[in-house]
Every structure is written in structure tokens, then in C-alpha cells.
């Protein structure tokens, strides 16, 4: 499992959103400002150890996710993916550059794998984003 907090994935983090990374009560807070929107992503330690949780604030939203495990920092996409996993389901948080956010919840993990040309349209998008990931065989 990956650690979400350690130094390296915070700076990979930090630098795909363009920001700094500041250390707050035993997390970190990234803030993303852009001319016409901003958010703030902080990630803090899970409670029993295992992964961690976010937090995105924005100005007209609230988004967790907790049980992160696993984090993509793309700065060729300028998209950075957490995500967390339980008995074949997947949740998603996609935070861009640009300050915008997605959340994708509870998708199945098969559809990850899936031929998306077959998929119903309100499938695709999350089915896609998460594809990305690095995620164990459910078959």
C-alpha cells in the first residue's frame, strides 16, 4: 500500500497543482488559487493507520474521502487522483489544475477494465477517470 503522506507524494502532489504543500496539525493543506476559482485540499492520517483522509474545500462545496490508499499525480494530465477501495468498489476524487474537483463514488472496479464504448453514458466518465489507477485484479 502506498503511504498518501509520505514526503514524495505530497511534492508530487504539491507540484502537479502548482502550490506549496504547509504542514497543519499533523497533515497538510495545499491550496490551489487560479483567477476564477480556488479550493484548498487537506490530507490528514486515518485514525487506525491505514491511508488517510482528504478534505476539498471550495467555495461552493465540501468533499471527504476517507481510506485514501492510493494516489496518481499526472503532470502531463495536471489532474491528481486519490483514491480509496473496498471489496471491489471504488471511490475517486479528481483535483485539477485549474482548481476544479470530481468525485466519483462507490464504482464498481470492474468498470475500470471495461470497453467504454459499450458503457451507459453516466458510467463513462467515472469508469474513465479512475481508470488510471493501479488497482488489484477483481475478476
Known sequence: MQNPLDPQTIAAVASVLESDAVEIDGGVRIEVQRATQSLALELHPALDGAGCTATIYT?????????????????ELGE??????????????????????????????KLTEADFTTLPPPLVMGSLALSLLELPDVR
Open 80 to 109: 491528481v487522483i486519490l483514491a480509496s477501495s473496498h471489496e471491489g468498489r471504488l471511490s475517486g476524487v479528481v483535483i485539477e489544475q485549474h482548481a476544479a474537483c470530481a468525485m466519483y463514488a462507490n464504482l464498481d472496479q
Open 59 to 75: 467555495a461552493q462545496s465540501l468533499i471527504q474521502l476517507q481510506q485514501i490508499t492510493q494516489v496518481f499525480a499526472s503532470a
